[in-house]
T-cell receptor
Framework: DAGVIQSPRHEVTEMGQEVTLRCKPI?????LFWYRQTMMRGLELLIY????????DSGMPEDRFSAKMPNASFSTLKIQPSEPRDSAVYFC???????????FGDGTRLSIL | QKEVEQNSGPLSVPEGAIASLNCTYS??????FFWYRQYSGKSPELIMF????GDKEDGRFTAQLNKASQYVSLLIRDSQPSDSATYLC?????????????FGKGTKLSVKP
């Protein structure tokens, strides 16, 4: 079975550019999560969706970040404009239901120069 | 502020020994508890989950939960060098955010041949 699929795997771009990260959850999973991981702060939840509806976006750092889930099989996380401090690994995860085990994608390693 | 605390390590054990990883959490209402393993440069991988007080065994892994003490642990028997990784403890939220997980910053385990 296919796991959570994220793209791109790596992204290097200049400060001020728009960055779009993509995620395809496991088929049949109703909850989708976006995380950011850094050495200093560890793994932090940015936002999560349940049945395509955003439930908790309190972890989104600021208005430069936005996330959408237009259907059950696709989600995007957008940063506009990007800043060097956004450099991190961004993970997408999905689960069957809230509170159930989450399965992670391979992540996107983002570097903002 | 909901928190999950782990000793950052590194925890070093000889091959064949038992590795004991510990985690405490602040939210008494938490219901679901997870252990993830993360190799360097890779995504978190679910290895155990536990919902009820007591022990849960899966192969060489045993998860232990004590809700009264707000404590969850992971034991790895017959540790192997391939077990060397960072182990993340995760606890579910409560109320309107029951679906999300709060992660500790992880304990780095090193198993010496």
């Amino acid at each position: 079975d296919a796991g959570v699929i994220q793209s791109p795997r790596h992204e290097v771009t200049e400060m001020g550019q728009e960055v779009t990260l993509r995620c395809k959850p496991i088929s049949g999973h109703n909850s989708l999560f976006w995380y950011r991981q850094t050495m200093m702060r560890g793994l932090e939840l940015l936002i999560y969706f349940n049945n395509n509806v955003p439930i908790d976006d309190s972890g989104m750092p600021e208005d430069r970040f936005s996330a959408k889930m237009p259907n059950a099989s696709f989600s995007t996380l957008k940063i506009q404009p990007s800043e060097p401090r956004d450099s991190a690994v961004y993970f997408c995860a999905s689960s069957t239901l809230e509170g159930q085990p989450q399965h992670f994608g391979d992540g996107t390693r983002l570097s903002i120069l | 502020q909901k928190e999950v605390e782990q000793n950052s390590g590194p925890l070093s054990v000889p091959e064949g020994a038992i590795a004991s990883l510990n985690c405490t959490y602040s939210d008494r209402g938490s219901q679901s508890f997870f252990w993830y393993r993360q190799y360097s440069g890779k995504s978190p991988e679910l290895i155990m989950f536990i919902y009820s007080n007591g022990d849960k065994e899966d192969g060489r892994f045993t998860a232990q939960l004590n809700k009264a003490s707000q404590y969850v642990s992971l034991l790895i028997r017959d540790s192997q060098p391939s077990d060397s990784a960072t182990y993340l403890c995760a606890v579910n939220g409560y109320g309107g955010s029951q679906g999300n997980l709060i992660f500790g910053k992880g304990t780095k385990l090193s198993v010496k041949p």
